[in-house]
Nanobody, 124 residues
Framework: VQLVESGGGSVQAGGSLNLSCAAS????????MGWFRQAPGKEREGVAN???????TTTYADSVMGRFTISKDNTGVYLQMNSLKPEDTAMYYC????????????????????WGQGTQVTVS
């Protein structure tokens, strides 16, 4: 059960970043996958998720709609972030649906219980 994020960094406002999450184990097969973020002093919030259905149904937070795109393939889930704003600055976490051993968060009708370690995104 492993989720490993990469792709974070520092970028100027208006720029782009593409986050990747390498997923392995039972957490990936048949589960909804999502991206969350947490800024200093704020609660963790859902950013986007993608269902493991025939069409890959996606859900986005209003704050990122039209700017971020979530996708997945056989080995991972990705978050393409365009037109970045300073308010997008946060630690970004990859998550998988299911009852994991620790922190669990409900968002957009799914319970996410498996988490990566996070990757920092800073927009200035």
């Amino acid at each position: 059960v492993q989720l490993v994020e990469s792709g974070g960094g520092s970028v100027q406002a208006g720029g782009s970043l593409n986050l990747s999450c390498a997923a392995s184990g039972d957490t990936y097969s048949g589960n909804c996958m999502g991206w969350f973020r947490q800024a200093p002093g704020k609660e963790r919030e859902g950013v986007a998720n993608i269902d493991d259905d025939d069409v890959g149904t996606t859900t986005y937070a209003d704050s990122v709609m039209g700017r971020f795109t979530i996708s997945k393939d056989n080995t991972g889930v990705y978050l393409q972030m365009n037109s970045l704003k300073p308010e997008d600055t946060a630690m970004y976490y990859c998550a998988a649906e299911g009852g994991g051993p620790g922190y669990i968060e409900r968002w957009a009708g799914h319970l996410f219980g498996y988490w990566g370690q996070g990757t920092q995104v800073t927009v200035s």
